[in-house]
């Protein structure tokens, strides 16, 4: 067996530390913007890239924990307009994640494929994240009483039932292809 260069064992795993850290906040802020595009698209938000940003802590610069889409469903579900709440709802988890999902899938497929060792680690971490997202959504928060689920839920005067079924096969299907 060969020696182990402990300066390329530290130098991977503070590559991996960033890039996982990275994709980690790829793949939630595309979420949170992707709610916030779409609610500014419809007219129900007046800048698309004035998220909550939150408090400038270790925790959200860490874990983006405070970060929020900043939509206000109410002038949405005051207008009758419920089905366009739902879809700003779940453009998050649909469109953000969705994309990212499909795209990060891509680009690992390339960079696995031309040798770029560090592209593929990313795009795998990206996919990943996605992917846990679309767990994160369905089943663990379509039953809850608050947030992005619940208001699709309400916006379409829907059981939480629907939309396990109708999001979680394609979000299983995308957790098995994956």
């Known amino acids: 067996m060969g020696r182990t ?16 850290w990275v994709a980690h906040a790829a ?22 890239v004035a998220l909550d940003y939150g408090h400038l802590s270790m925790a959200n ?9 900043n939509v206000d469903y109410g002038p949405v579900f005051a207008a009758d307009k419920g089905y366009l709440a ?12 969705g994309l990212c999902y499909l795209a990060s899938r891509k680009l690992y497929s390339f960079a696995k494929g031309s ?15 996605n992917v846990g997202n679309f767990i994160s959504y369905v ?14 839920e309400r916006g379409l005067s829907i059981s939480p039932w629907w939309i396990a079924v109708l999001l979680g096969v394609p979000f ?4 098995w292809h994956f």
């Open 5 to 20: 260069n402990i300066w390329a064992v530290v130098r991977f795993w503070f590559v991996f530390a960033v890039l996982l």
């Open 27 to 48: 793949g939630y802020l595309v979420h949170e913007y992707a709610h916030s595009f779409l609610a500014w698209a419809l007219g129900y938000k007046a800048n698309p």
């Open 61 to 69: 610069l860490v874990f983006l924990s405070d970060i929020d889409e």
């Open 86 to 97: 739902s879809l700003i709802a779940v453009a998050g988890v649909l469109f953000g994640n």
């Open 115 to 129: 040798e770029r060792r560090t592209l593929a680690l990313f795009s795998f971490l990206l996919c990943l994240m």
């Open 139 to 152: 089943p663990v928060r379509t039953f809850t009483t608050h947030a992005d689920m619940f208001t699709a």
């Open 172 to 175: 299983a299907m995308a957790l």
